[in-house]
């Protein structure tokens, strides 16, 4: 029944699965929906749903979806008037681009003629009525006039599009994102689990097993002993803020509240840097001066059995990396950015890099690590004036195989160099998952 | 269907709602509930228990909460005593084990409303460890190899603050409904539920000077229903001119929990 709407909620981003699709079907025999069209969207929803955030994407689904569908009172007036008048109103709206003087033109001819443009257009043209551009007439781009066309992002003036039974009350909720705070913490768990298998002697009285084994026991006294069930785990979490991390403030966020909530670590402190780790760190990511605490001072504070997290994009300027910065504890300047790095890599074994931004472009993967620096799309061999330009490989992946690529300028040279220095992953559930156990083993 | 529920005098409820809990009565699934704090969810329950005759069991579920609490206990300290002092009956095991809220629903003779309140507040697990028992409605307890099943699948009615998220397993087995805070006319109704009588002009500014202080974007906790009720029952109380509510907004305290919001609504006056 209608199973292509099964399909399209699923195309359009709804995890509509067959578990809640027979639900549904179940719900539609015993006759819940009453027969009405209303009844019918509420049955969809309640089944089909489970979360407030996806409301509106189902609301346009559903709209999209039946649309067409021939329909018998229940709704709110004003739709039922204005659905009842749908030729009429298609009628009057060809009547006022005449008076306008535009022609009405059918969907394929707009797109037809869009592609001409694209074709044609050479360069940026606002307030027009021919080109692709912002505001004016045009058929294309956004925030203009015309009333027929095609939007290129932006938003819409008019909002010329067809719109869902009721007005789309939800649409605050909405998040196209896939990641949620459970996930990371879920993965964080990880952490857990694996600190858990230490093997450690059973010294710590067990009450409860006692308790049990000595009731079972009939009476007589049968003690027990159970391994020690606490987390070890201490956690030292840098982030990168500001800059070019701002773009991810919201992943970073979550990222820090899935750390907070998971209350399951021993310790987990938490210090923030720009770029690089430089001679000082800051306690909020705002970096302010009075929040500042020396690099040296977490190096002792904090020893060699904490985990690391950092948490960067990685990409900045190479003189982050390479230029000795001047440290106001020391007096001196005597660590460049690279010189930390390697001094938290030496200090602490378990130490990984979670990156939000994907490897910088023309980052490709080998099977020989030697050739990984030159490397183009699907394996071809980069000519050698882009292999220089950028940078060289970026070492191995835990697949063992090698990472590299041509053009990157300087921006994507610092990425490749500190992936050398930390096991690098995605800032994604599964790269944290990754990291996770990369932390749980020595190397 | 005698199984409908078409709200009580005491709660009102949209069509919606309603539709919903019909549905998940029909297709005996958990009826999930989410909205703001203030709009009834806990409610509800109670709701429908009165409105259908039926027993509400209220399984209130905290952060040490954990699902086997909800199945059945085994005292297994109480036994212990038993042998020592000599106590009969020791051998008999079931004397020792207590069943929880879901197993007191599943064992009640006639069908009864189990209220999960607040399934956000416990561990992340906690939802899947109650999969096959919301599932089958039954629970195996090993110590006395005996099955609990429930004669009468319950009515089971959940809710969540969205403190923590649930995991899909969990939600694709639920029917979902997320309350809206209350319009103005389903408020109005909302509060002459409470009040008998009430001076016209009264409710009206109390309601604009409401639905203006949580239209402003600064406040950080916005007031719900049943702050609104405290605040009018306190502006009768006090006798304050009707017409002059909107304009002063007096007893802010008890709209507004927060100095800060306070001194924000002031400024906005």
Known sequence: ??????????????????????????????GLHGNSLSGFYNLCRATLVKTEADYDKFD????????????????????????????????????FLKTQDYEWKTQEEILKTFEERLREQREEHNAGTYWIGTGGFTNFGHSGHRPQGIRITGEG?????????????????????????????????????????????????????TIR???????????????????????????????????????????????????????????YFHNCIASTLYKQPQLFYEDGVSTEWVLNQYGSEYKVIIVGDALMDMYDLVAKHYDRTLGEARYSGFDMLERFKEQY????????????????????????????????????????????????????????????????????????????????VEGLERAMKRLLVSK | MNNTFQGTKEYVASPELMGAVNIAIALEKPLLIKGEPGTGKTMLAEAVAKALGKELIIW?????????????????????????????????????????????????????????????????????????????????IPETKKTVKANHRPIVIITSNAEKELPDAFLRRCIFHYIEFPGPDQMEKIIRVHFEKLDETLLAQAMEAFYWIRGLSSIEKKPSTSELVDW?????????????????????????????DIARMERAK
């Open chain 2, 60 to 140: 209130s579920v905290k952060s040490t909460t954990k699902a086997q609490d909800g199945l059945y206990v085994y005292d297994v300290v109480q036994r212990l005593y038993d042998s020592q002092f000599g106590e009969g009956g020791v051998d008999d095991i079931g004397k020792y084990i207590k069943l929880g809220k879901l197993g007191e629903a599943f064992s009640a003779d006639d069908q009864v409303v189990l209220l999960i309140d607040e399934i956000d507040k416990a561990d992340l697990e906690f939802p899947n460890d109650l999969l096959w028992e919301l599932d089958k409605m039954e629970f195996y």
């Open chain 1, 60 to 95: 346009m689904t559903f709209a999209e979806y039946f649309k067409d569908v021939p329909y018998e009172g229940e709704l709110p007036e004003m739709v039922t008037e204005w659905l009842a008048n749908k030729e009429e109103a298609l009628k009057d709206f060809h009547a």
């Open chain 1, 1 to 30: 029944m209608f199973i292509a709407f099964f399909y399209l909620l699923r195309a359009r981003g709804l995890g509509t699965d067959t578990t809640e699709w027979m639900t549904l079907m179940e719900g539609l025999l015993r």
């Open chain 1, 349 to 428: 074994p378990h130490a990984v890099w979670l990156n939000p931004e994907q490897p910088p472009y023309g980052a490709y993967r080998s099977e020989d690590p030697e050739k990984a620096w030159a490397l183009g799309p699907n394996g071809t061999i980069l000519p050698k004036y882009m292999a220089t330009a950028g940078r060289h490989g970026l070492g191995l992946d835990d697949a063992g195989f090698g990472w590299g690529g041509g053009y990157g300028g300087n921006w994507g040279e610092s990425y490749g160099r500190i992936a050398d220095i930390f096991p690098m992953y995605p800032l994604t």
């Open chain 1, 157 to 209: 003036r008019y909002r010329r599009a067809f719109e869902v039974l009721s007005e789309r009350r939800f649409r605050d909720f909405r998040k196209d994102n896939v990641l949620d705070i459970r996930s990371f913490q879920m993965a964080f768990r990880l952490l857990r689990q694996y600190s858990d298998r230490v093997n450690e002697a059973e010294t710590e009285f067990d009450t409860d097993g």
């Open chain 2, 232 to 260: 009018i029952r306190a502006l009768e109380l006090g006798g304050i001119p009707a017409e002059k509510i909107k304009a002063e907004i007096p007893f802010a305290g008890v709209l507004l929990k927060k100095d800060k």
């Open chain 1, 213 to 271: 084994e000595t009731a079972d026991n009939a009476g007589s006294l049968k003690i027990k002993y159970k391994k020690p069930r606490k987390n070890v785990v201490k956690v030292l979490l840098l982030m990168d803020s500001g800059g070019s991390m701002d773009y991810y403030a919201g992943i970073c966020s979550m990222l820090f509240q899935a750390a907070e909530k998971s209350n399951h670590f021993k310790e987990l402190h938490v210090y």
